[in-house]
């Protein structure tokens, strides 16, 4: 299989060349790496072998089967649907904001809603890194018990901006360190802050990754009333995402029936209460590791409605390639006619 990947020199493609090397997409035995203009003949090593980055332009995509878009939505936009109607052998999962809403196109996190994966679906949507995390993490308390509301505030590492935002950061962090001086902290940097805003304001005061995952969340469980609230800010830890989630349950239920739905989940590593045990970005981002942390679970109210938890997952990973590399999956089984259940 033929795996075309646009943005193959980012922070997203060059974890999706790591995973494609470790066997995360089986039977993908060749690339074509696409980037900008600038990096056209760059070579990418993967399966043994250098791969020299082609254009984003039509003849790029010859003979590919499956083509990942981590690039920017306009990108997406302008080139999804031009690459549908030249190649009609193509299947595409797209990691931008561009498709993500539409009807016809499935967004999915694999192992909540893989069956929204069609064999007729020529594109699908990889959600928001944020999305991704908090739809695995809620998922088995959706299941078992119901949730009415989900309130989350996020704390988001620099690489869910992209390299050139861990770039600035770097520079900022040069300035500061030789004198200490934090008169040379900008007030909206990212050095040693907290910003809470990521992406623009809408006229309800809501910021775009706000937006995402608000939307988002509710297509994934199949729920579109789904209460959800979010506010989502930017920290300066380098990789893996934070989340802490608060969810109101349909059924008032015992701490331990909510521990033990947690510890099924997929993809959760459970982490009970412990004075030294507890999720972080740095923890949840080692080499190799593909769950979400799940911990410091309490219970809000009497009545056992409402829980609290903390989560942590690695955005580049769970948020990004690995789902990507998953969907591609599917989609190459279902389009060889085998069925994942096989
Ligand atoms: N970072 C995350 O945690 C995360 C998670 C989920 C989704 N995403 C989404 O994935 C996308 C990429 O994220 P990233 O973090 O990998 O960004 P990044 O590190 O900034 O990399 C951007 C990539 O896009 C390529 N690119 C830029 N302009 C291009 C053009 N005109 N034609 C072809 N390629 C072009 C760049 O190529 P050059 O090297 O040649 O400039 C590079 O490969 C974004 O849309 C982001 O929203 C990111």
């Keep these: 299989m033929k795996l075309a990947i646009v943005g193959a020199t ?47 332009a039509l003849e790029s995509f010859e003979g590919v089967d499956i083509a990942s878009f981590s690039v920017g939505d306009d990108l997406s936009a302008k080139w999804i649907p031009k690459l549908l109607s030249e190649y009609p052998q193509i299947r595409i999962v797209d990691k931008s904001n561009a498709f993500r809403l539409s009807e016809d196109v499935p967004l999915v996190v694999c192992g909540v809603n893989d069956d929204e994966i069609k064999q007729s679906d020529r594109l699908a949507a990889n959600p928001n890194c944020t ?18 509301r989900i309130i989350a505030s996020t704390y988001q590492a620099i690489s869910g901006a992209g390299r050139d935002a861990i770039s600035s950061l770097k520079e900022e962090l040069d300035i500061f360190y030789p004198t200490y001086d934090t008169s040379e902290l900008r007030a909206s940097g990212s050095a040693h802050n907290i910003l809470p805003q990521i992406g623009s304001l809408d006229n309800n005061g809501f910021a775009g990754e706000e937006r995402k995952i608000m939307l988002e969340l509710p297509k994934i469980l199949g729920l579109q009333n789904l209460d959800v609230c979010v506010t989502a800010a ?31 989940g997929y993809a959760i590593d459970y982490l009970p209460n412990d004075p030294e045990v507890y999720p972080t970005p ?7 590791y593909d769950l979400v942390q799940v911990g410091r679970l309490r219970p809000v109210d009497v009545e056992g409605r409402e829980y609290s938890f903390f989560c942590c997952a690695n955005n580049l990973r769970i948020g990004a390639a690995l789902n990507a590399l998953r969907i591609a999956a599917r989609i190459n089984e279902l389009a060889s006619g085998k069925d994942a259940g096989d």
């Excluded at 999305?131 to 959706?142: G, H, M, N």
């Excluded at 109101?248 to 510890?263: F, H, Q």
């Excluded at 740095?282 to 190799?288: E, L, T, Y």
Aim: proline share 7%.
């Design 234 to 264: 930017r920290i300066d830890a380098f990789v893996g995402h934070s989340i802490s989630v608060f969810a109101k349950l349909r059924e008032p239920t015992k701490l331990n029936a909510v521990e033990d739905a947690l510890k099924a």
């Design 282 to 288: 740095v923890s949840a981002s080692r080499p190799d």
């Design 131 to 148: 999305t991704i995390q908090l739809a695995l993490a809620v998922k088995p308390l959706f299941d078992a018990f119901g949730i009415k």
């Design 10 to 56: 980012g922070l997203v493609g060059a974890e999706l060349i790591d995973m494609l090397e470790a066997d995360y997409l089986p039977g993908c035995d060749a690339i074509v790496p696409i980037a900008s203009d600038e990096s056209v003949g760059r070579e990418i090593e993967c399966f043994g072998r250098n791969w020299p980055c082609k254009p984003l």
